[in-house]
């Protein structure tokens, strides 16, 4: 991949981002942490609406399908471990 190509891509990538958390703040939601990082990798979007809390991976894709595949399962236990460290360091959540 180019520099041009992965600029490209990062700058879908954060539009992408800025989207989703409109969609989840119009839905109620409040945006508690974007590009929350720790050791064990990343969460894109921490928010909560109530007594529900959501740990968002955002995939620009040209689809549904496409982002779906670009999910796997190391993908999941990535952000299922960062979100076990970011309940460990906000038990009030």
């Known amino acids: 991949m180019t520099t041009e190509a992965r600029q490209a891509a990062h700058r879908l990538g954060h539009v992408a981002e800025w989207r989703a958390v409109w969609r989840l703040r119009l839905a109620g939601y409040s945006v508690l942490a974007r590009r929350y990082k720790t050791k064990l990798g990343e969460i894109d979007i921490v928010a909560r609406r109530g007594a529900i809390l959501v740990f968002v991976e955002v995939k620009a894709r040209a689809d549904v399908v ?28």
Not at 66 to 93: E, K, M
């Open 66 to 93: 496409t982002a779906t595949d670009a999910l796997g399962g190391r993908q999941f236990g990535r952000v299922a471990r960062a979100a076990s460290l970011f309940l460990a360091r906000h038990p009030h959540y």
